[in-house]
């Protein structure tokens, strides 16, 4: 199972140039960046995108009605014309 996740980090660090003995460690720096990445990611769209996009759409004024399109109405959005 480890060899899963090993492999791909071993072959995307020899073809980026790295030599072809890739040590514990490095493959631990890359883990440790690809997860503050990660985190990093998060929190910019947790703080940034995610507060825009709700003061957009709290300013916005449509109302979306839903129509089957075998001319009634949906009941819920799940279950709209499923027989």
Sequence with gaps: MENQ???PIAELL??????EQ???Q???I??????????LTAVLFRRLVIP???KIS???????TTTC?????????AGCCLR
Aim: net charge positive.
């Design 14 to 19: 020899r073809q980026v140039g790295l030599t």
């Design 69 to 77: 399109s075998r001319t009634r109405s949906c009941t819920t959005s």
């Design 5 to 7: 996740y090993v492999e």
């Design 30 to 39: 890359v883990l440790a960046g690809i997860l503050l990445l990660s985190w």
């Design 52 to 54: 825009a996009l709700q």
């Design 22 to 24: 890739i040590t514990w």
């Design 58 to 64: 709290s300013q916005t004024r449509v109302t979306w």
């Design 26 to 28: 490095t493959q631990a």
